[in-house]
């Protein structure tokens, strides 16, 4: 399922600064990632054996480690920053950021910049952090940005519940269907959980981190925004949908 922005920033947008951090963090994502070894488009990493030995180095250099973390070593305390940046292949990161781009800027227009920046990186440390103290013996790297993310589109489920974005689901010949951004990110929000509950240690997917992120970008907008800044129905602003 892909969803696309829809807008509801009529009642936001009377400085049009432009959601500056938000392409910013895509900006430096895409940029680090093409010049790592994960890429493949940098030939000073070389080919085969050396170009997987560098890959295995750079995710456990700037990566989570769960156990190096829980123990508090000094080297271990900051990479829940580095590995927001991070990404293990091109559909890792490029899922990501499609998320990012969709949700987080609408979400920065309502925090603004600063306060938007500040956000993404302490609910991206927390999601990160929930996960390495749920699997506090697993030496499994952890990387990529998607627990920042999904403390994104918590944010928007409070602040922009019935605003509308257009999904595409394959099971239905990618059939494009409008649903309340609430019904999507509920719907999305529970399959995380699930998966969470299914889900190891091992390789794959760090679907806890997602739920902690959701969780906590969600109580965040909550206690935040709910003296009454959220857009509550579309007279309170302005709806429609923007493509990419």
């Given amino acids: ?57 750079y995710f456990q250099r700037w990566g ?69 103290l749920a699997h506090a013996d697993s030496e499994q790297t952890l990387v990529g940005a998607s627990g920042a993310i999904s403390a994104v589109l918590g944010a928007f489920l409070f602040l922009f519940p019935r605003s509308r974005v257009t999904s595409l689901f394959p099971f239905l010949f990618f059939l494009p269907l409008r649903f309340p951004a609430w019904a999507v990110l509920v719907f999305w929000f529970t399959l995380q959980w699930l998966a969470a509950r299914a889900a190891g240690a091992g390789p794959g997917v760090a679907y806890l981190a997602h739920v902690v992120g959701f969780s906590v970008g969600f109580l965040y907008a909550w206690a935040r925004f709910r003296g009454g800044d959220r857009v509550k129905s579309p007279a309170a602003a302005t709806e429609g949908d923007s493509q990419p």
Avoid: K
């Fill in 64 to 132: 989570v480690v769960p156990a190096e973390l829980v123990r508090g070593d000094p080297g271990a305390l900051l990479t829940p920053f580095t590995a927001l940046f991070v990404h293990g292949g091109w559909l890792h990161l490029l899922g990501n950021m499609l998320f990012l781009w969709v949700f987080g800027a609408m979400a920065e227009e309502r925090m603004g910049h600063l306060e938007f920046a500040l956000f993404y990186l302490g609910t991206g440390y927390l999601a990160l952090l929930g996960y390495a």
């Fill in 1 to 57: 399922m892909i969803d696309w922005r829809g807008t509801a920033l009529g009642a936001y947008r009377s400085v049009r600064t432009g959601p500056a951090v938000t392409y910013g963090l895509i900006a430096a994502c895409c940029l680090l990632f093409i010049v790592s070894p994960v890429s493949g488009l940098n030939p000073s990493y070389g080919t085969g054996d050396e170009v997987l030995a560098a890959q295995s180095a």
